[in-house]
Nanobody, 116 residues
């Protein structure tokens, strides 16, 4: 099993940046896919950034050019650099891993609040 722990959330103003991190308890190097999702109050969870094995990173249109997904297999971590934050980016952010056996894992989430 893989346990995921997000960190780095907080409250910022419009235009500022945050860097989210997700630490995995096990190896993520052979994962089928990993990424970040978010859920705003009253809305469904949505994809923010995701990379599948052998593929390139996909970003939601709303974050393209502002957010950058990265991974460090040696440290079993992934990150989401969020720049030029907007109030509509306010949400709970979750990291996700689908392992080599297609088991789906989620972290508990970290709150990001962007004030105008």
């Amino acid at each position: 099993q893989v346990q995921l722990l997000e960190s780095g959330g907080g409250m910022v103003q419009t235009g500022e940046s945050l860097r989210l991190s997700c630490a995995a308890s096990g190896s993520i190097s052979s994962s089928k896919a990993m990424g970040w999702y978010r859920q705003a109050p009253g809305k469904q969870r949505e994809l923010v950034a995701r990379i599948a094995s052998g593929s390139t990173t996909n970003y939601a249109d709303s974050v393209k050019g502002r957010f950058i997904f990265s991974r460090d297999n040696a440290k079993n971590t992934m990150h989401l650099q969020m720049n030029s934050l907007k109030p509509e980016d306010t949400a709970v952010y979750f990291c996700n891993v689908i392992d080599s056996k297609f088991h789906n894992y989620w972290g508990q989430g970290t709150q990001v609040t962007v004030s105008s």
